[in-house]
């Protein structure tokens, strides 16, 4: 038995540092093939969840590129906007989604839930510096260890798949409203009114770099269904509050109200292709003012 | 508990170190028992009193069909158990399949029935596994080929063994219970052979099983935009998908009871180097075909009573090996195509050419003619695969018609093959013993192999997919 326990540690241990190694070359490798670099004309760089990842086409609004990614913590999209930013001195303008709920408590889970680090920290370790690993490991410590040990795990994806595998335009063909609308109706969503503050800290983060660096911040309420709109109509004027007090060079775009017909909804709070199609149109005729 | 999860990576060592630490037999069985309950509980606890009442059921039916001299009683007793683990499959299983058929069925010719009496039954893990289990261990004890036991902890752990409890392989009282019942002392070999097991188990579910589904699932669920090459791909992709997380499985489940001192039967060897299709029931779901010829196929007359009749029993056990994976008709049809593609060996006179050997077995590389029979018997196997893996029969028709009609050369999906030829050449090398999978000489080559498909492994584990074998 002492010989079996001896050698499965051995075994352990080999395979350990040999993940270790691995991870930080796939890291060191990514990190240096990475495409960061944004074509001249494009000065607008989306971040943020899936609000603006299903709503904002860059191939329409073509002087943009969108880099959200659904169930994205404001801290990924601030290591996002930190790592392009420095890389692209082009931008001029970050749109980041700001939706009604996107400041709800639970909200707080989208950093350290074990769910969430273990579907975004291997797709973006590459632009982590030691304090963002830090701030992760102090919000889950036993997930991101282990994490770590599979770094290299989302190596060959990011390879493939390139920036589209930490964000992009998603195209939702789909149109469930009339499922979403009964689910709605059958199990209301509770207005949250305490804050999520790691999520304020790192939303206020990305407008501090911001400021620092000359960009212009735009806080986007991307379209919602009316059912949705009027039942978050309690919590808006909360979010403008902190948006004016806290952020007071951004702006804020409230465009929740837009407004689309019934097919061009994914569900309540998305945008399915055409839905997409008419909102960035009307956006890029915005920008275009 | 899944054994491709982090729970089980900490159950596993756990056990194992306290069932070591233990030397009474007894202790050792209560302990196994404990952890297979708790194995079973994890996934779902209210259904834990259905393997114990299974259990008592026939722990006592099997002493009474012993104690009793005649033989009408000993028949009751058996039918009681037999008509008691068939209730419970068949309520669990197929209610709802008998309900909406019937329903159906009225409704074809013309009676529409408003109120339907269905429920929202959830399916309990492994209990076509257990059920058949508990059943044979009544049967063998009717049949006096094993003695009831008295020890009711060794035959809970029997039937409760967790390695083997949701998927198999499907145990035989003669083969576990007397395992049960003895001493077990640690074997260092045994253990370390049940680890290598148990790695290339995971490597087949996590990395082949697992990245095919990836493949598998889109193409199945999108086959009227895609081009018949890529159907064919899917096909394929999903015969080597099945096979690996079937297989993946049963490894892991050996590997494990040898950890704890047992062996358990082969279940499956190299069922795709099958020369014919009688060939390829001898070496696919070993556990399963062997049961339905030793309790139906063999007790109905098998061969021996006609050419007749042993067409009806192929039929039969073709059909029933089909209702068996679940409640739906494309599982009745891919039964029947196999009893066809069967029937027509048995009526040649050419379905016991291949009994033991596997193919090639003193050479490198098979004839030209093995690997014209190898492909012929893959081919149909995998064409019968189309009404497992779809939603209806009509899927399966319109999926194999645009597969042939509409065929090109593949313009997507084609990543899955590495995976294919992966599998094909880990196979061939290892096809004379399927119980020493990675059986290489250099220590330091193993090693490597060895940390090179654990990290693997653990990078591709984060998807925590179920076994296909689990939903039967």
């Known amino acids: ?289 | 508990m899944l054994f491709n999860t982090l729970e089980y990576f900490l159950f596993l060592p756990i056990s194992f170190l306290l069932y070591w630490s233990i030397k009474n037999t007894t202790t050792q069985n209560i302990l196994v028992l404990a952890s297979s309950y708790v194995f079973y509980g994890w996934w779902d606890w209210r259904f834990l009193f259905l393997i114990f009442i299974s259990t008592v059921v026939d722990y006592f039916v099997a002493i009474k069909i012993e104690k009793t001299d005649y033989k009408e009683r000993k028949r009751v007793y058996l039918l009681l158990s037999i008509i008691f683990n068939l209730t419970i499959l068949i309520f669990f299983k197929y209610y709802n399949f008998f309900i909406e058929s019937w329903v159906e069925l009225l409704s074809s010719i013309g009676y529409h029935v408003k109120d339907v009496w269905t429920l929202k039954i959830i399916l309990p893990v492994g209990i076509s596994f257990y059920t058949f289990q508990t059943m044979s261990y009544s049967l063998d004890v009717y049949r006096n080929d094993i003695k009831a036991t008295r020890d009711f902890i060794s035959f809970a752990s029997f039937v409760s063994f967790f390695p083997q409890l949701v998927a198999g392989p499907i145990e035989r009282a003669s083969n576990l219970l007397p395992q049960m019942l003895k001493e077990r002392k640690f074997d260092y070999k045994q253990t370390v052979d049940g680890l290598r097991l148990i790695l290339w188990g995971l490597f087949k579910k996590v990395v082949i099983a697992d990245s095919l589904s990836l493949l598998v699932n889109p193409i199945f669920d999108n086959y009227e935009i895609l081009n018949g090459g890529e159907l064919f791909l899917g096909l394929i992709y999903f015969s080597f998908q099945i096979y690996c997380d079937f297989s993946g499985y049963s490894d892991i489940a050996i590997g494990t009871a040898k950890m704890f001192g047992v062996e358990l039967r082969s279940n499956f060897i190299f069922p795709y180097f099958s020369r014919d299709i009688s060939e390829f029931w001898r070496r696919w779901h070993v556990s399963l075909s062997s049961w339905f010829r030793d309790y139906i196929y063999i007790p109905l007359g098998g061969s021996k009573n006609g050419k007749w009749v042993s067409i009806r029993n192929i039929f039969i056990i073709f059909i029933i090996s089909g209702f068996w994976h679940g409640a739906n008709f494309t599982f009745i049809a891919w039964g029947s195509i196999h009893s066809v593609l069967y029937l027509a060996l048995v009526l040649s006179n050419k379905n016991r050419r291949y009994l033991t050997s596997i193919v090639s077995k003193n050479r490198a590389v098979p004839t030209f003619i093995e690997l014209y029979q190898i492909s012929i018997t893959f081919f149909m196997v995998t064409i019968s695969w189309v009404f497992f893996r779809s939603g209806s029969i009509l899927d399966s028709f319109l999926y194999l018609k645009k597969m042939l009609l509409n065929f090109d050369i593949p313009i997507s999906y084609r990543s899955g093959i590495f995976y294919v030829i992966l599998i094909i050449i880990s196979d061939w090398l290892n096809r004379k013993d399927e119980r020493k999978p990675l059986n290489i000489s250099s220590t330091n080559i193993r090693w490597i192999i060895y940390v090179l498909m654990f990290i693997l492994i653990i990078s591709h584990g984060g998807q925590k997919n179920e076994f296909i074998y689990f939903q039967f």
């Open chain 1, 1 to 289: 038995m002492k010989k079996l326990i001896n050698r499965t540690l051995l075994f352990l241990t080999i395979s350990a540092i040999f993940s270790l190694l691995l991870g930080f070359l796939s890291v060191v490798i990514t990190n240096k093939t990475f495409n960061f670099e944004f074509k001249k004309y494009q000065n607008i760089l989306i971040v943020g969840n899936s609000h603006t990842e299903c709503s904002i086409s860059d191939k329409i609004l073509s002087n943009s590129v969108n880099i959200s990614q659904s169930a994205s913590s404001y801290f990924y999209s601030y290591i996002k906007v930190r790592e392009f930013v420095k890389r692209n001195p082009t931008i001029d303008t970050v749109i980041i989604s700001f939706s009604d709920n996107d400041l709800f408590s639970e909200k707080e889970k989208w950093l350290s839930s074990t769910e969430k680090i273990r579907n975004k920290m291997t797709r973006m370790i590459f632009l982590f510096n030691t304090e963002d690993y830090l701030t992760l490991f102090c919000s889950n410590p036993i997930t991101t260890s282990l994490q770590s040990f599979i770094v290299y795990s989302d190596f060959y994806n990011l390879y493939i798949h390139r920036r589209s595998f930490i964000g992009g335009y998603n195209q939702f063909n789909k149109n469930k409203i009339k499922e979403s609308i009964l689910e709605f109706n059958q199990d209301t969503p509770k207005i949250d009114y305490k804050i999520a503050h790691t999520e304020l800290k790192y939303l206020l983060k990305i407008y501090e770099l911001c400021e620092k660096e000359g960009v212009h911040l735009i806080l986007l309420n991307s379209p919602v269904h009316p059912v949705l709109q009027s039942h978050f109509s309690l919590i808006k004027d909360r979010n403008y509050k902190i948006a004016s007090e806290k952020m007071t060079n951004a702006t804020f775009l409230d465009h929740s109200s837009y407004k689309l017909d019934n097919s061009m909804f994914a569900d309540l709070s998305h945008l399915n292709g055409t839905g997409s199609i008419s909102y960035s149109l009307f956006l890029k005729s915005v920008f275009s003012k």
